[in-house]
C-alpha cells in the first residue's frame, strides 16, 4: 500500500471515526463513485494546510551579494550555486523582483563565460530575454559577453552583430561623456582582440547498436520483433517473434507521466527529468526547477499551473510520489477531458471488478486508455485497504479544487458529480500505479564499490518515477532478459542476453538472484507485487554469484528441446556424456572450443573498457555474452561478470548527473 507519513495520521483519524456499518457498506461495493461519496465527509477533516510559495526578495538579494563575492575570489562553482539559490527564490511578481532575477542569470552567465561555458551564456542570456526588466544600463554588457562567446565560436557574423548591439547600447548606459568613450574604445579593443578559439570537445559517434528500429505497428514504443501474449495466471507479457541478439534496443517509449521526487525538485527538470546546473525558475514557486524555456513552458501550459500551489503542500504531507503521480495523471489533462472519456468509462466505473477491453487498436503511452487499463490485481486487493485509498484520492481532489483546476466556483464541503468522477479516476490511478509505475535515474558517482565482483565508481540513483505504459506489461524474472536506464524520462530498453524466437522476454522489478536469496526475493515480491515468483532462478535456487563454482561449466543436452543440463568441472572432461532425459549422447569438445574463444575475447573486452573505448568494448562484450550463451548454461560467473559490465557501458548512455565525472 502507498504510505504517507504526516498525511498517515491525519487519516487514520478521519477513518477511525468511521462506524462498524459504514465499513461494512464501503467494503461491500464494487463502485469507485460510491467509495468517494462515502468517504468524503470524513476524508475532509484531514487538513490541507497553506503553504508559502518559496519566494522571498530578501534571500534572492543575500544570494547575488554572496555569489558575487565568490565570483571575485574566482571560486566559480559556488558562486554559480549561489546565483542558482537567488535565482529560484527570486519573486517575479514585481518590477524589482524580476529586475534583481535578471541581474543574477545575467552574473550567473557572467560566471559561466568566466569558465568557457558559452552555450551556457547564450542559454542565460535568452532566459534574461525572456523575463525582460534587465535593466537598460546594463545591456552592453550583455551584448558585449555574446559578441565574445561567439567570437571564440569563430562565428564571425554573430559576433559582429552583437558588437555592434553593445556600443547602440551605451546609450542607455547612464555613462559621462568620458566614460563613455572610454567604453567605445573598449568594446573596440575587444572586437579587435579575440578570445580564443573554443577547444573542440570530442563527440562519441552514435552507433547502429544505439539506433532504434521500432516498427511495431500496435505498440509503437516497442520493436517491431516483439509482441505481446496473453495467458489467464499470467497476464499480459513480452515474447520474442524472432531471434534478438545481445544489446538491441526493443523498447523506447516516453511516459504517460513522469514526476521528479522532491529530494530531486531543485536540481532535476520538473518537466524531462535531466539534471541541471543551469535551473530555470518558476515564476510562482521556488520548490521545482527546469532545465529549459522550452521545458518551463510546456509544463506551466499543462499541469504545473495547477501543481504550483499544491506541490508545496503535497510534499509536506509526506506524500509518495505515486500520489504526485495519480494527480499528474489528471493535471496534465484540462477536466473537460476525462468528461468525454466518462460515457467510455461508465461501466468500468460503476463496477470496478469487470473487465473492460481496450478498444484502441494501437497502443501509445499518450493514450490514457493504455494507462487505465493496466493490471490492479483488484481480485487480491482487500477492500478495506480502499478505505486509506480513497481518503489519499479525495485528499488529491482536494488539492485540486484548491489550486483551480475545476475553476474558482468550487466548495470544499460540496461534492459535484464531475469531481466525484475525477476521484474515481485518482483512486484507481493509485492502484494502477502501485504495480505498475518505475523508477527514473541517473548515474552519479561514488566511493569505490564492488558489484557482483566488479570494482564501481558510480551508481545509478533514483531521482523520480514515471508511468510507461508498454514496458508495464513486461513480467518479471530474477535473471532478467533486459536492462534499462532513462535519457530525459524517456525509457530504453536493451537485451542483456540472446533471445530466441518464441521467448518471453523478462524484465526485473528489483530482486536479483545474483545478490539476493531465494526466499528474501520471493518474499519482497509478494509484499510489493502480490505474486509468488516462479522464474527459473527461483524453481531452481541458483546460487548467490560470490557462491558460484568458477571451475564450474553447465552445458545444456544437443536435442532439441530437451531441458537437461550437464555439470562439468574444467579439470574433469570427458569427450561424451549420456543424457538422463533423453538417453542420447552429447559431445563435450565443440562446446569446449566455442568457450575457448573467450580466452582471447574476454581479456581484449577488458582491455577496451579500462583503456576507455567503450563502443569497441561494448561490441566485445555483446560478442562474447553470445559464445556464452550458445555453448553454456547459466548461472555462470563468467555470465554475470559480462552482463554486468554490458549494464554499466549501457546505462551510461543515459542520464548522468551535470557534474558526473565518468570513471567506469
Known sequence: MTKITHFQRYCEKAIGQLSEEDVDKFKSTTREDERIKMLYDFARKVPIAAATNGKDFKLAEEAKLKGNKLFAEKKYEEAINSYNCGIIVCPQDTVSGKEMLTILISNRSATYFEQNEF??????????????????????????????????????????????????????????????????????????NKKSPLKNHEIIPVSNEDVFTGGNKEYVSAHRNIYFDFDPLLGRFARAVENIETGVIILEENPHCAVVSQENSLTNCQYCCSSTCQPIACSNCGYVVFCSLNCERQANSTYHKFECNTQPILFRSGGSINCSMAMRMISQKPHGFFLQKKKQLKDFLKDSCKKVPIKSQIYRSDDYL??????????????????????????????????????SA??????????????????????????????????????????????????????????????????????PSIVRYNVGNRMIVRTIKPITAGDIIYENYGPMYTTMEVNERRSKLQERYWFECYCTPCQDDWPLFENMDPDQIKLGCQTDNCPFEFTLYKNDFCPYLQCDYCNSVTKVFPSLRGLAQLSVMLPKAEHLYNAGQTREAMKHFMQSLDILYKYSKPPCPDMVKVQQRLRTLFIHLGNKQVNYIQNL
Not at 542565460?124 to 550583455?142: C, E, F, N, T
Not at 481480485?379 to 475545476?406: C, D, N, P, Q, T
Not at 468550487?410 to 494502477?432: C, G, N, W, Y
Open 370 to 407: 493504455t494507462a487505465f487499463f493496466l493490471c490492479r490485481n483488484e481480485h487480491l486487493r482487500k477492500k478495506g485497504e480502499l478505505v486509506h485509498y480513497s481518503v489519499m484520492a479525495i485528499y488529491l481532489l482536494r488539492l485540486l479544487k484548491f489550486a483551480g483546476y475545476f475553476g
Open 119 to 192: 552555450r551556457k551564456v547564450f542559454d542565460d542570456i535568452d532566459y534574461i530575454l525572456a523575463v525582460g526588466s534587465y535593466p537598460l544600463r546594463l545591456h552592453y554588457k550583455m551584448w558585449l559577453r555574446k559578441a565574445k562567446c561567439y567570437d571564440a565560436l569563430q562565428n564571425e557574423k554573430y559576433a559582429e552583430e552583437a558588437y555592434n548591439l553593445a556600443i547602440s547600447s551605451l546609450k542607455h548606459a547612464e555613462l559621462g561623456e568620458k566614460e563613455l568613450a572610454k567604453k567605445i574604445d573598449s568594446i573596440q579593443e575587444s572586437r579587435k
Open 410 to 479: 468550487v466548495k470544499d464541503d460540496v461534492l459535484t458529480e464531475e469531481e466525484t468522477f475525477i476521484a474515481s479516476l485518482i483512486l484507481l490511478h493509485l492502484q494502477i500505479l502501485q504495480f505498475n509505475s518505475h523508477e527514473i535515474s541517473e548515474i552519479r558517482n561514488t566511493e569505490e564499490s564492488v558489484v557482483e565482483g566488479i570494482q564501481t565508481f558510480y551508481k545509478s540513483e533514483y531521482i523520480g518515477a514515471g508511468l510507461y505504459p508498454t514496458l508495464a506489461l513486461f513480467n518479471h524474472s530474477c535473471d
